[in-house]
């Protein structure tokens, strides 16, 4: 436990996804079976204790040490699982700390009323770190800024594997996973990936440079449109039916409409939207799906979801990923044609004549139902990763405002001395006043130049400081470009803007003259009308 | 030893300019400069320039003549642990306090009525003081910098061995290590050398000065030298020391990938930890934590005790739990001292 707890300690900190992956290969190869495995399990997400939850530990705090010092305590530290490990005191007496593999078997097995008891013994037991780590695994979910995807990169990192190799056996295996270590480590055979509803990693685009298109044939290529969803993947097979984020993350829990609509077996990759009737309803809508567990009756009639297919990986126990697209792409057309399907149909390929063709074609499409256009070479293979060449994908140029830097942060890591997470805002009136609304937040977008130049003007301006933060006088513009931008009632200004960046620095331009929020407004109602 | 009708609060008093003692003529650690000053130790919200007359260990005066340019020898009155003398009607003596080279306790006596101001203290062992002597008193005037039931430092040799093990993890980046430059610093070197690591300690320019007074009094503190004369690859896996407030400095960018670590007391919260932004957070503190300020209301048996100087209000409350007769004592001048 102690190994365990020392890296979600450090992980909590530790805000660099390369400094993130060392630790977890740290601890992947030194501790040993099975601890290793409940380790990754909790990262991954694959633990739960039904019975162990947050709710029983209130009273244990005020018991301990009285109600007075326990509400000055929670208090000062604001979170009830710290404050707890903090004013605990380990008892010498209470025998050896238990291991994760002990903490893990024990949980799952004991009832509610047995649980209270063995967690006090053990928060005798562990010290302050050991104690916080057991109480944030009680929850299920870690919440140390670690990804499932991260951890199986770090997986896959101690064996020199590409994580897609790990990815594709990943759901036919259990924690604490040692057949995967046996593999990794010691030679052993890889696993086997013949799960049911096993995932397949996807074949991802590179964006089209500059100037790239003209160096290529129009006849090699084929052209989709680019949906504003969430790529997906179906999977079905052996009676286990799932979905699946590109990543891999099995979305299946918040989208049991697709779900039901499996009658078959094979997996797919598409495109998930929400869709009423013919039309695509802005990505908002399907963001409100993604981010529930558990979904009402009422989410589901309002927010229905569709798949919208592209590709075919697998289909009745035969593999096509080695066959080129256009036959791929036969197999779909014809699979599509059986039958009727509810929740499915399929992205229409568009005919072009020539590259001045399509891009007319793509300059014809508004809204947020596309996002651009996709081209696949007609004789690609379907490649896990993303190679270059084959899959190319064309965005719709970005839109553009003239926004007012509010407030910068450090980074972290190489950039923790540098102010570059900037706020900006746009104007709006209130009471007849003037004032600036923080309407998005970027981190990129600017050339280390650019950089160097911004947080000297941030150090140079700086009206007020917040921690890591500081406010800065409202006189540079900074144009933002955004992929789309829809109303939100969870952010202050009521818009929510998509991949904002930094794509020029006005200092020509009086900030007065910057965007008002009412434009961006605007836009965003723009944006809602459907395309079709 | 106390006369019962004689209230402590008649000849020793908090003022706007500090904590003063009427029979004795003198301040305890004034936040101004006074004519006659008693002081506890060099940190900057407790030893202040330009008092007519200060009275300290030799350490502390040393230390103040390090920070404070022409303090004239005039001004200078030194007096070692266990030395007595009297100031005015007042008998004063200086007690180890443990928290820094040259810290101490100002015992006060007056008609058979002692009062002990500890200044800052803490109770674990610290490699460059000698430790904090419990003086049986009247009444006892604490320190309450972390005097929360969430404060229980782990030990220093558990941090310090955080900071080795990243260091095997991350062999080549540079670790910056924040510490206050008076006191953190040096014991965090000493520490370092207690666990086995005898390579060269970077220091920041702001540190050097006070880590050869703690060598010039006999703390060895091995191979230490100024961060600014070496060139870049030298630091890759280096341990530089440096004031925290310099980790997010511009100073900061001449280190290849740093991984900034901070040692105070406060790093055991983690929100703290966080604002700070540390990725390596070391709780080494100078000064005790619940536990110790607990312990030590226990070991000077104080029938009344005054609290200052932090979070008074939990220990005010545990101190009458135990049947002593708390309040708190509101004394200007004091920042949150970095802990
Ligand atoms: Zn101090
Ligand atoms: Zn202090």
Redesign the pocket.
């Known amino acids: 436990m102690q190994a365990f707890a020392a890296l979600l300690d450090a992980l909590s900190f530790q805000p660099a996804r390369n400094a993130k992956l060392r630790l977890i290969e740290t601890y992947l190869r030194e501790v040993p079976d099975p601890d290793r495995g409940w380790g990754l399990a909790a990262l991954t997400g694959g633990l739960d204790f039904p019975a162990a939850k947050p709710a029983l530990l209130r009273g244990f705090g005020e018991d301990r040490i009285g109600p007075e010092l326990f509400h000055l305590s929670y208090d000062y530290v604001g979170d009830l699982a710290e404050t707890l490990a903090l004013i605990w005191e380990t008892d010498c007496a209470a025998g050896p700390p238990p291991t994760l593999g002990e903490v893990v078997d024990t949980l799952q097995r004991a009832s509610r009323s047995e649980t209270p008891g063995i967690l006090k013994r053990w928060l005798d037991a562990l010290d302050a770190t050991g104690r916080w780590a057991l109480l944030k695994l009680l929850p299920g979910a870690l919440r140390v800024g670690v990804s499932a995807r991260l951890a199986k990169q770090a997986v896959a990192n101690i064996g020199n594997k590409p994580v897609d190799a790990v990815e594709e056996i990943w759901h036919g295996l259990t924690p604490p996973y040692r057949p995967l270590f046996d593999w990794l480590l010691h030679d052993a055979p890889r696993p086997s990936s013949n799960a049911g509803g096993a995932f397949l990693p996807p074949m991802l685009a590179n964006p089209i440079e500059q100037g790239e298109l003209g160096a290529l044939e129009p006849a090699h290529f084929r052209a989709e449109w680019k949906w504003d969803g969430i790529r997906v993947q179906v999977a079905a097979s052996g009676g286990v039916k799932r979905l699946y984020s590109r990543a891999g993350e099995d979305i299946s829990g918040a989208f049991p409409d697709i779900v039901e609509a499996i009658d078959f077996d094979g997996v797919l990759d598409g495109e998930l939207l929400v869709r009423r009737e013919e039309t695509v309803a802005p990505f908002n809508d399907l963001q409100q799906r993604l981010n529930r567990k558990a979904v009402t009756l009422r989410m589901l009639a309002d927010h229905p979801a569709h798949v919208r297919l592209y590709d075919v990986l697998r289909l009745d126990g035969e593999d096509l990923r080695a066959l080129p697209f256009d036959q791929r792409r036969a197999r779909l057309e014809a699979w599509m044609a059986l039958k009727p399907r509810q929740r499915f149909d399929l992205s229409p390929l568009v005919t072009f004549r020539d590259w001045a063709h399509l891009a007319e074609l793509r300059e014809g499409t508004t809204g947020d139902g596309i996002e651009g256009l996709m081209l696949k070479r007609a004789d690609s293979a379907y490649l896990a990763g993303r190679p270059k060449g084959p899959w190319l994908k064309w965005k719709r140029d970005p839109m553009l405002v003239d926004c007012v830097l509010m407030y910068a942060q450090r980074g972290h890591g190489k950039r923790s001395s540098f102010y570059s997470d900037f706020t900006f805002g746009c104007w709006r009136e209130v009471e007849r006043r003037r004032e600036l609304a923080p309407v998005g937040k970027a981190y990129f977008g600017f050339t280390d130049e650019e950089l160097r130049w911004l947080d000297k003007w941030v150090r140079d301006h700086t009206t007020n400081r917040f921690g890591p933060v500081r406010e800065v006088l409202p006189d540079l513009v900074l144009e933002i470009a955004f992929d789309g931008i829809a109303r939100s009632t969870r952010h202050k200004s009521g818009v929510a803007m998509r991949f904002p960046r930094i794509n020029r620095i006005r200092t020509d331009k009086p900030a007065a003259e910057a965007d008002t929020v009412d434009n961006l407004l605007k836009l965003a109602a723009r944006a809602a009308i459907d395309p079709s | 030893m106390a006369t019962d009708s004689l209230n402590p609060r008649s000849w020793l008093y908090p003022t706007p300019r500090g904590l003063y003692c009427e029979p004795g003529g003198f301040y305890v650690d004034p936040a101004v400069a006074v004519d006659r000053a008693v002081i506890t130790h060099g ?1 900057g ?2 030893a202040r320039p330009g008092h007519r007359a200060a009275l300290a260990t030799p350490e502390t005066l040393a230390i103040m003549r390090a920070r404070f340019e022409g303090m004239p020898d005039t001004a200078q009155q030194s007096l070692k642990y266990s030395e007595t003398v009297r100031l005015g009607e007042v008998e004063v003596r200086l007690a180890p306090a443990g928290h820094i080279l040259g810290s101490a306790q100002a015992v006060l006596t007056w008609r058979g009525q002692r009062i002990v101001v500890s ?2 203290f803490k109770r674990r062992p610290d490699p460059t003081c000698p430790p904090f002597e419990p003086v049986p008193c009247d009444v006892f005037i604490t ?1 309450a ?1 972390f005097a929360l039931p969430v404060f229980h430092h782990p030990s220093d040799a558990g941090e310090i061995g955080k900071l080795l093990r990243s260091i095997t993890t991350f062999p080549e980046r540079t670790h910056l290590v924040g510490v206050y430059a008076l006191g953190k610093c040096q014991r965090v070197i000493r520490l370092l050398r207690a666990a086995g690591y005898d390579k060269r300690i970077w220091l920041h320019g702001a540190l050097v000065s006070l880590c050869r007074l703690y060598q010039e009094h006999g703390i060895d503190l091995g191979d230490v030298a100024p961060a600014s004369e070496a060139i870049l690859e030298t630091f890759r896996g280096a341990i530089v020391l440096c004031p925290p407030g310099a980790i997010a400095d511009r100073w900061s960018r001449r280190f290849a990938e740093p991984i900034s670590a901070v040692c105070s007391g406060w790093m055991g919260v983690r929100a703290r930890a966080r604002q700070r932004g540390a990725e390596l957070p070391l709780v080494i503190s100078d000064h005790a934590d619940w536990p110790e300020l607990s312990q030590t209301l226990k070991d000077v048996g104080a029938p009344k005790v005054w609290v200052t ?1 932090g979070r008074e209000e939990a220990l005010v409350f545990h101190a009458r739990s135990l049947g002593i007769e708390a309040e708190a004592l509101h004394l200007g001048g ?1 920042d949150e ?1 970095d802990g």
């Open positions: 940190h919200d407790h200044g800052d320190e910098t100087h004091r001292e």
